[in-house]
Every structure is written in structure tokens, then in C-alpha cells.
């Protein structure tokens, strides 16, 4: 009779952990979207504190972010432990680059010159060689006669993604103090400076942002904001990915058209038409298993051409940081994005834990937190 009463009371015990464990992963599967992007958050951020070898992710901070509203009321959260510094693994850096440059050269690849195409060449689509274009007369008056990039050499480049997790961490002056900035798809800059920072030596510019962000110029509104956009990357490269897809060519036409008749400038630069499968090759070589990779790691790859330190910033494939808190697609809209949609072209969650490995190594320096306060 005890021993049946005993197996009863083991038998309640157990259920009621199933019923625990089950509510807890329901949770963290409302938290994070569905069972793909659980894993890779967890992969990816659960080891964020934990201690390397070559230096840890930056998540320091110390002055507490504001509360954000949960699926399930509101709640505090503590601010970010600050971690042991960042260490520079040049050996690494120099490995890196040897090895990338068996696939491409930035200097090369970062455009296509004036004295391999003409006006009225047909090309095909990196991405859609079923479809064709033809180079227009105002396309071919703006590729570079060299490189943008040729010679050239730095000590250490900021490369600026587009994440929320810029936003409340006063990164501007840090990212401003790097001897070249490179940012993407003409994210504003002027009113986020505080976080951002304002100086651009390189900035992407891919078709699809031409209709998303300035209403695909159809109109002196639209243009006038596209005009105002360009104009605080007064100096700076702008790199246009023409070649990739169908779909953009009358967007980049139009963008053409304008900083020819307004004299904007900018140094136009259009990728060539084998440098997103050289990237992809080399990513591939390494066991990164990409579709197609984001600009933020073809700019990465680039950089490691002409760039002795890369620092990341802005670069966060997901809906909560490290502490909870919700983050935005882009810092600057309301624009939501699924991270691991199968649709999608990109895998940003898994570019996202390379880098993070990268990170770890000392091979670039990743920052998700607020940055030091200039001394």
C-alpha cells in the first residue's frame, strides 16, 4: 500500500515537470519566433558572456536601457556586464585575408571600370542570368576609370550595420574615430549621429531601397529627399549593386539621372559581376553554408582587403537583444523583417554567429553595447 501511495506521488511529480518543461519552451518559442530561430538565438546569444581565449562580444554598460514592453506585460531587466577586453589577433587578420584574395580582390572587384564595358553592352544578371541588361549611356558616364579602392590601406575601418541595437548606445564618436566608415543602403545619419556617427568614406545603395525609402523617385517630394540623403555622403563612394537582380534597373537609372544633373558628390561604384559568387565561394570553402550573402558580410569580406582592425557595428539578426529587450529591424523605421524566413535570400543568424566566432578569435571586434565614453 506505501509503495503504491510512493509510485502515485512519482507518478504527479513527473507530470507536473513535463507540464514545466513544455511551458517553458512555448515561451522561448513566443519570444523568439518559431523552433529555427530559438536555436540560433540561443546559439548565437547564449554564449555571449561565456570566456575566450582571444577576448569577448563588447555587451558592457553602465547606465540601465529603458523597460520595453513584453508579450506578457512589462518588466525590467538589469543593464550588460562588462567583459574583458577585445584583443587583436593579427595573425589571424593577415590569415584571413591571404585567403580571401584566392577567391577575389576588393580593389578589383569593388567595381566594374569604364574600359571593360561600353555603352549598350548587354550583361546578364548575377543572380537572374535568364534576364538581361543593357549599359546606358548615364551608367557608363559614372563607372570609375580605376578602383576607388586602389592603393589604398588603413589601419582600422568601422563597418555600420543597420540593426536597433545601435540605437541608446552613443557609438557615434567611437565610429567617427576610424580612419574609414563604410555604411549601408543610405541609412540616415545626421539625426541618429549620437549613435551612429556621421562620417562615410563608402556607403551601398541597393536598388530595392530606392522604393522602400524614397518612393521610387516618382515625384519632386521623393527626389528632394533623395537629394538631401545623398548630400550628408557628400565625398564618399556610393556603391551600387546594378548587376544583381532583375527588377532595380530603372530605379538605378533614375538615381543615375539624378546625380549627373545635380553634380552630387558622391564616387559611384557598381560591384562586379563575379563578386558576389567569389564571396559566397569563400564562405562556402569554410563551412558557411549562405545563399546569398547580406551587403554587411560582402562589405566585411571586402574590407579585409584593405583594413589592418574591422570593427562591427550594428550587426543583430534579432528580435531581442542579449538582455530582453525588444530591438528594431533598422534603427531608423518600423520596418519587420522574419530572420529566418525561408524566403528569404539571407542567413542572417548564421552570418551572424560566424562573425560572432570571429569575434571570439580576434579577427574583427563585434560590438552590441554601449560604447566607452571617450576619455
Given at each position: ?124 544578371y548575377i543572380f537572374d542570368r535568364g534576364s538581361t541588361m543593357n549599359i546606358s549611356k548615364n551608367l557608363y558616364e559614372l ?228 560604447c566607452g565614453r571617450p576619455t
Amino acid at each position: 500500500m506505501r509503495l503504491e501511495f510512493r509510485s502515485w506521488i512519482f507518478g504527479i511529480v513527473l507530470v507536473l515537470v513535463i507540464f514545466l518543461i513544455f511551458a517553458d519552451i512555448s515561451e522561448l518559442e513566443e519570444e523568439f519566433g518559431d523552433t529555427g530561430g530559438r536555436n540560433s538565438m540561443k546559439s548565437a546569444v547564449g554564449s555571449l558572456r561565456s570566456k575566450s581565449n582571444s577576448g569577448e562580444l563588447i555587451v558592457s554598460s553602465a547606465v540601465p536601457l529603458p523597460a520595453y514592453e513584453r508579450s506578457k506585460g512589462s518588466m525590467q531587466f538589469g543593464t550588460e556586464a562588462t567583459l574583458p577586453k577585445w584583443r587583436h589577433n593579427k595573425t589571424l587578420s593577415l590569415k584571413i585575408r591571404k585567403n580571401i584574395l584566392k577567391f577575389l580582390d576588393a580593389e578589383r572587384d569593388i567595381s566594374v571600370l569604364k574600359g571593360t564595358l561600353k555603352p549598350g553592352d548587354t550583361i546578364h544578371y548575377i543572380f537572374d542570368r535568364g534576364s538581361t541588361m543593357n549599359i546606358s549611356k548615364n551608367l557608363y558616364e559614372l563607372l570609375p576609370e580605376t578602383s576607388p579602392l586602389k592603393g589604398k590601406h588603413f589601419k582600422n575601418c568601422a563597418i555600420v550595420g543597420n540593426s536597433g541595437i545601435l540605437l541608446n548606445k552613443s557609438c557615434g564618436q567611437e565610429i567617427d574615430s576610424h580612419d574609414f566608415v563604410i555604411r549601408c543602403n543610405l541609412a540616415p545619419i545626421v539625426e541618429y549621429a549620437n549613435d551612429v556617427g556621421v562620417k562615410t568614406n563608402l556607403v551601398t545603395m541597393n536598388p530595392s531601397v530606392v522604393q522602400r525609402a524614397f518612393g521610387d523617385l516618382v515625384n519632386e517630394t521623393w527626389q528632394e529627399k533623395f537629394l538631401a540623403r545623398l548630400h550628408s555622403f557628400n565625398g564618399s563612394i556610393l556603391w551600387i549593386p546594378a548587376f544583381m537582380v532583375k527588377g532595380g534597373e530603372e530605379r538605378v537609372e533614375r538615381v543615375n539621372d539624378i546625380i549627373i544633373n545635380n553634380k552630387i558628390h558622391v564616387q559611384t561604384s557598381y560591384p562586379s559581376l563575379r563578386l558576389p559568387h567569389a564571396v559566397r565561394g569563400y564562405w562556402l570553402t569554410n563551412k558557411v553554408n549562405i545563399k546569398r550573402p547580406t551587403t554587411g558580410l560582402l562589405m566585411y569580406t571586402l574590407a579585409t582587403r584593405f583594413c589592418d582592425e574591422i570593427h562591427l557595428y550594428g550587426f543583430w539578426p534579432f528580435h531581442r537583444d542579449q538582455n530582453h529587450y525588444l530591438v528594431k529591424y533598422h534603427y531608423y523605421d518600423t520596418l519587420k523583417y522574419g530572420y529566418n524566413s525561408q524566403s528569404s535570400p539571407h542567413a542572417m543568424p548564421l552570418e551572424f554567429k560566424t562573425l560572432k566566432s570571429l569575434h571570439e578569435k580576434g579577427a574583427l571586434k563585434l560590438t552590441v553595447g554601449e560604447c566607452g565614453r571617450p576619455t
